[in-house]
Structure formats: structure tokens, C-alpha cells
């Protein structure tokens, strides 16, 4: 069982030690922060968290939000080592999309993932999310290099029709 909670600053030295423990496993799909103050203050950031003991088992990022007629977002995530392959992150997905689209009220959350990273890729297909397309030298990871990605996409009336 896992919960979903707000970061406070007092994680800043568990997120640390997680991403220097995940970092052969992270490479070369995502990166460490550069500033872990920024990124613990980043609004719409989420922790995955043991229910049982509290531990710190993945993240979840809901960035770009744009309101008016667009209402969606962009969603980012890592697990971290060793807690991958255990269903965590699937667990936590449930409950992210209930919190972007029943708490934040958005329409579209939109995930981009590097055509390699199939855990990633299941995750997001398994939660209900669409492959809409490739973006070529979408993203420049960990500021080193521009990666291709599939844009993957869920709306709230599919996620909706999965949860009634």
C-alpha cells in the first residue's frame, strides 16, 4: 500500500540519498537535481510513500500547467532504486490522476518518454494513457543531450470512464 503526500524540506536528505543510490539505474532516462531546494518546492510535485513505514519510493511531477481552454499538463516521474518492479509507481499513478483531475480539475495530462524506457512506457499504457505520437530531439536530459520521445496522453473523460 502506498500513499501520495506534498514534499516538505526535511525529505531533502532521503531525496538525495535515494538519487545517488538510483543513479545507474536512472541513467540515462532522467537525472538528479541540480538544486534540491527548488526541486522539493516545486508546486504539483507528489511523493510516493510507503503507507506502512513512510519511506520515500518514487516521485511524481505535474509541471506546465495551462489554464483557460487548454486545462493540462505535463507529467514527470521516477522511481527510485530499489523499489522499481514492485508496483508501487502503478499504485501511486492511481492516485495521481485522481489528484489531476478531480483536485486540480484538469482535462489532459500529457507524458513524454524515451522510446527505450519500456518500464516507463508500461506504466503509462497500463494506467490508460494513449500513445499520441514521437517528438523528435524533444527533450535535452539531464541538459547533456536532446532525446527523441512518444508523447503519451490521458484526458479526464477516459480516465473517468476507467473509474466508474
Known amino acids: 500500500m502506498v500513499i501520495l503526500r506534498k514534499p516538505e524540506f526535511s525529505d531533502i536528505a ?3 540519498k535515494l538519487y545517488e543510490q538510483s543513479t545507474s539505474f536512472h541513467q540515462p532516462w532522467t537525472y ?18 510507503s ?8 516521485t511524481f511531477h505535474i509541471s506546465g500547467i495551462v489554464r483557460g481552454y487548454f486545462q493540462s ?8 532504486h530499489p523499489h522499481q518492479g ?3 509507481m502503478r499504485k501511486g499513478m492511481t492516485l495521481l490522476l ?7 480539475h484538469l482535462h489532459r495530462l500529457e507524458a513524454n518518454i524515451q522510446p527505450e524506457n519500456l518500464a516507463s512506457i508500461r506504466l503509462v499504457s497500463n494506467a490508460g494513457f494513449v500513445k499520441e505520437g514521437f517528438s523528435k530531439n524533444y527533450l535535452r536530459i539531464g541538459g547533456l543531450e536532446w532525446k527523441d520521445h512518444e508523447r503519451w496522453a490521458i484526458i479526464n473523460a477516459m480516465w473517468t470512464e476507467q473509474h466508474t
Open 86 to 88: 514492485k508496483g508501487y
Open 98 to 104: 485522481k489528484e489531476a483531475f478531480e483536485e486540480l
Open 51 to 58: 503507507a506502512t513505514n513512510g519511506n520515500i519510493l518514487g
Open 32 to 49: 538528479a537535481p541540480r538544486d534540491y531546494e527548488v526541486y522539493i518546492s516545486q508546486e504539483n510535485r507528489y511523493f510516493v510513500c
Open 14 to 16: 532521503e531525496v538525495k
Open 73 to 80: 499538463a505535463y507529467l514527470g516521474y521516477e522511481v527510485f
